[in-house]
């Protein structure tokens, strides 16, 4: 008769520096030292999973060179919140209002630079649908975990994801699933070829110059210090063309971190003019 498995020890100080230190040197996360618990609970059972009794021996194993695999569902396991359609409803009303009647009938480029699980990028794509339906648009979504951008191309949610779906946008763009797929819908195709999922991590220096009309860095700024918040924002804002717009996580604050733009609302920034 096997012996149950019993959960590792709660993380020590010295272990939780390790992590905090790993981390930041591989993701630029910063983790204070109240994240102590989330830490614990997160891993926990990926220790069960692979029969490692202490954090400290998981630690070793994914600070290895060649441990890039398992070092990733470590960042993912730590960064991926629950998200929602239509979250912060307030952004996708003032672009509707404000940003998509004046510009101009062309290209319209948008990025969700933290997309999570895709919720993000399909709400803005069933808005540019409504409001551009004959105008070329398109969308990049990015993330830093690999698990995450395979859940959102999937495009499969369970339908308490879908709450807060507008009722002509849901019958409109999803598909009410059956069978084994009771209980969740699917995003239609025709919106998920309009989303190009890519793997990046916000605080390396992009590869190319402004081309993004507006950029979504929404509840992703809490896990970074100051520093980096200002490396990430450098990043970010370099590919917006001038006149384009920012949208932050309402809890987060930019004040001394986006010198120059205009600011519309404490969550919403415009990238000036020349």
Not at 81 to 107: D, I, S, W
Not at 178 to 200: A, D, K, N, P, T
Not at 232 to 260: C, D, I, K, T, Y
Request: aromatic share 10%; net charge positive; hydrophobic share 40%.
């Amino acid at each position: 008769m096997g012996l149950a498995w019993e959960r590792p020890a709660e993380v020590s100080d010295q272990e939780m520096r390790l992590f905090q230190q790993l981390f930041y040197r591989h993701a630029g996360i910063h983790l204070s030292d109240t994240k102590k618990p989330l830490l614990s609970g997160r891993l926990s059972g990926r220790l069960a999973e692979l029969g490692i009794a202490r954090f400290r021996d998981y630690h070793e194993l994914i600070a290895a060179p060649d441990a890039v695999e398992e070092r990733q569902r470590a960042i993912d396991l730590i960064t991926t919140n629950e998200t929602y359609f239509f979250r912060e409803p307030h952004h996708f009303e003032f672009m509707k209002q404000e940003v998509l009647p004046a510009v101009p009938p062309f290209g319209f480029d948008v990025w969700s630079a933290a997309c999570s699980t895709g919720e993000e990028p399909y709400t803005i794509a069933m808005l540019l649908h409504e409001l551009r339906p004959e105008l070329p648009w398109r969308i990049v979504a990015t993330d830093i975990s690999s698990r995450v951008l395979s859940y959102a191309q999937r495009a499969l949610y369970p339908m308490s994801r879908g709450q807060k779906i507008p009722p002509h946008y849901l019958k409109r763009h999803c598909l009410k699933g059956v069978g084994e797929y009771q209980g969740h819908f699917l995003v239609e195709r025709s919106l998920r070829e309009r989303v190009e999922f890519m793997q990046i991590n916000l605080t390396e220096k992009p590869r190319h110059g402004p081309r993004f009309d507006v950029v979504f860095l929404r509840n992703v700024l809490i896990y970074f210090d100051r520093p980096t918040k200002q490396k990430v924002l450098a990043n970010v804002v370099s590919q917006l063309r001038p006149g384009g717009w920012l949208f932050v996580g309402h809890s987060e604050s930019m004040n001394g971190l986006l010198e120059g733009f205009e600011t519309w609302a404490p969550s919403i920034h415009r990238k000036p003019l020349p």
